[in-house]
């Protein structure tokens, strides 16, 4: 937070037309020099930037039409005292910023400074938080609920009842199954955002990775043998990953195709590479795992990934899903500087994308 006064009582004390300039140029964000008639004397080059414009000599209002944000610097013109204030301001994306405007003591003329905090990134984060924790909460309460009712019939009603303790203790199985699933993914989740800024750059063989999945699927449901059809480019060169992580990937985007998808319909899995475009830079693989399914409307598309979101609430808690197997294939798809891009139409189906980094030679 700037405090203005204080940048008053820092300021150069001779004269000189340089002084606003001076005062905003030394700032890390945006700034801006107003006089008494909201003329913009000075702006920095981070205010330059967020409005994309020649500030010099234009008024506050042509830059700035915010209400609150026009209302605040009058008040400080008339007052003299420093101000700051909380605004959203329309970019490419919404942004909230803290304008702070407080008078600056000049020799000549005073004049006014305004800075321009971009907060979006802590308030996203705390939004992100406190979603987070509502989204945990609800999703505990559900097989919690079920457990608490299952323990009180069994100590109750069905006390002597065998069919009813049968029927009831393979209840509280498939509940307590379900948190523990829970639990798990929270765990890789937490794993997963801990290392994401460094990239793994083991050399992996990513069609035997997906033959591997493919197979492993196919023993552990019997609506899957058979099913998954792929197709590799001949020649594939290995990607730069973790192939724990990768098979995690790929058993997450091969097994959403299978149990989504209408039964008995096959799912391909096509795997090519395409070379550098430029040179000295390594190729890419590329990973499309389409499936002739429902499909599902547009507006899903954007928000597949993030934590806990489902298109089919109870569908997908029926089959078991926890609502974090894509978020943790972006995580770890980030981890390998890699790309997911999902397309999907009602009555088709739905096709995934994943790009990898192939292995450069010389790298280990």
Do not use: W
Not at 130 to 142: D, G, I, P, Y
């Amino acid at each position: 937070m700037i405090d203005a006064n204080s940048a008053a009582r820092s300021a150069p004390t001779s004269d000189g037309p340089g002084l606003p300039a001076n005062i905003v140029d030394a700032l890390a964000y945006p700034a801006l020099a107003v006089t008494a008639s909201r003329r913009i004397i000075a702006a920095n080059t981070a205010a330059r930037a967020l409005f994309d414009d020649d500030l010099a000599g234009k008024d506050f209002v042509r830059i700035m039409r915010h209400p609150h944000a026009l209302e605040c610097l009058s008040r400080v013109i008339r007052t003299g005292d420093a101000e700051t204030i909380s605004l959203e301001l329309q970019f490419t994306t919404r942004r909230t910023f803290e304008l702070t405007a407080g008078r600056i003591a000049a020799p000549d003329e005073a004049f006014f400074l305004v800075t321009l905090l971009d907060v979006s990134a802590e308030i996203d984060a705390e939004r992100s938080r406190s979603t987070f924790v509502a989204n945990v909460s609800h999703e505990l309460r559900s097989p919690l609920t079920t457990l608490a009712g299952a323990v009180e019939t069994l100590q109750g009603p069905a006390r002597e009842d065998p069919k009813a303790q049968d029927m009831f203790l393979g209840l509280m199985s498939a509940e307590t199954a379900r948190m523990s699933r829970l639990v798990g993914d929270l765990l890789s989740l937490a794993k997963l955002e801990a290392k994401e800024h460094v990239a793994p750059d083991g050399a992996v063989d990513i069609v035997r990775v997906i033959k591997s999945v493919v197979n492993s699927l196919a023993a552990s449901d019997t609506d899957y043998p058979n099913r998954v059809e792929i197709t590799a480019q001949p020649g594939m060169l290995p990607v730069s990953g973790s192939e724990d992580e990768l098979i995690e990937v790929f058993q997450n985007l091969i097994e959403n195709a299978l149990k989504y998808s209408t039964p008995a319909t096959p799912v391909s899995v096509t795997i090519t590479q395409r070379p550098a475009m430029t040179p000295g830079a390594g190729g890419r693989a590329i990973i499309l795992i389409e499936d002739q399914g429902e499909g599902m409307e547009r507006k899903h598309l954007s928000r597949l990934t993030e934590r806990f979101y489902r298109v089919d609430k109870g569908r997908s808690r029926e089959m078991g899903g926890t609502g974090l197997g894509l978020a943790i294939t972006k995580h770890i798809l980030n981890r390998h500087r890699g790309r997911m891009a999902i397309d999907s139409t009602v009555g088709e189906g739905t096709r995934v994308k994943v790009i990898l980094n192939i292995k450069q030679a010389g790298f280990d």
